[in-house]
């Protein structure tokens, strides 16, 4: 088999950027079972995610 553009198997395992600061997460054996719903790189990400919406449209 053949894979266009992709060098080295050792990244071989998904990977996707962060919703919040953009790193780019490699798949993890703990996100195995959810690595679908995984957003954010963090616990920290995923709490600044929530505070910025909740403050998102905020008035006084
Ligand atoms: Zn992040």
Redesign the pocket.
């Known amino acids: 088999m053949t894979r266009q553009g992709f060098k080295g198997n050792k990244a071989s395992l998904p990977s996707k950027p962060?919703?919040?600061?953009?790193?780019t997460?490699t798949w993890r054996k703990s996100w195995a079972k959810n690595w679908e719903s995984v957003r954010?790189?963090?616990e920290?990400?995923?709490k600044?995610r929530a505070s910025a919406a909740a403050a998102t449209g905020g008035g006084s």
């Open positions: 962060c919703l919040v600061c953009g790193l997460m954010y790189c963090s920290a990400c995923r600044r």
